[in-house]
C-alpha cells in the first residue's frame, strides 16, 4: 500500500522544481532581451568592477555614439538630438526616473562626453551611472 503523504511529498517536490526552472528560464529570456535592444557602441574598457547599478527601480539609459557627423544620442534606444537631450530627460524625471545610466561610445570627445553629463544634471537627474567593459587580460 502506498502512503498518501509520499504521493503528496512528490508532488510538492515536483511543483517547486517547475517554479524555480520556470522562473530562471524567464530570467535569462528578460536578460537577452534587454542585451540585444541597445544601441551598438564600443564601450571603453577599465580594470575595475565598479558599482552595480542593479536594483535601482527607476532609470532611463542614454547612449552616445560617435558617427562620421559627430555624435548620435539615444534614449532607451530612440535616436534624440542634443538640443532636446535636457528637455527629454527632464520629461523623464518628472515620471520618476531619477537614475541615468550611459553608455558611452569610447570614440567621443571629452568635451562631448562632459556636454551630455552637464544637461543631464540641468535636468535634475540625481544619479549617473556609466558603464564600460571590463579590460580583458592577457
Known amino acids: ?15 517547486m522544481v517547475f517554479l524555480v526552472t520556470t522562473g530562471v ?15 551598438r557602441i564600443q564601450l571603453s574598457q577599465g580594470d575595475s568592477e565598479g558599482d552595480k547599478a542593479a536594483g ?9 555614439r ?3 557627423k559627430g555624435g548620435q544620442l539615444y534614449i532607451e ?12 530627460l527632464t520629461t523623464y524625471r518628472q515620471k520618476g526616473k531619477t537614475v541615468l545610466i550611459t553608455r558611452f561610445d569610447k570614440a567621443l570627445s571629452h568635451g562631448e562626453y562632459v556636454a551630455i553629463l552637464d544637461a543631464a544634471k540641468q535636468a535634475g537627474i540625481q544619479a549617473i551611472y556609466d558603464t ?4 580583458k587580460t592577457p
Open 56 to 64: 535601482v527601480p527607476e532609470y532611463v539609459i542614454l547612449s552616445a
Open 77 to 88: 534606444n530612440k535616436p534624440i538630438s542634443f538640443d532636446h537631450l535636457k528637455q527629454a
Open 25 to 39: 528560464l524567464m530570467i535569462n529570456i528578460q536578460t537577452e532581451s534587454v542585451k540585444t535592444e541597445l544601441v
Open 66 to 68: 560617435k558617427t562620421d
Open 1 to 15: 500500500m502506498i502512503n498518501k503523504d509520499l504521493g503528496m511529498d512528490i508532488f510538492a517536490l515536483s511543483l
Open 132 to 135: 564600460y567593459e571590463k579590460a
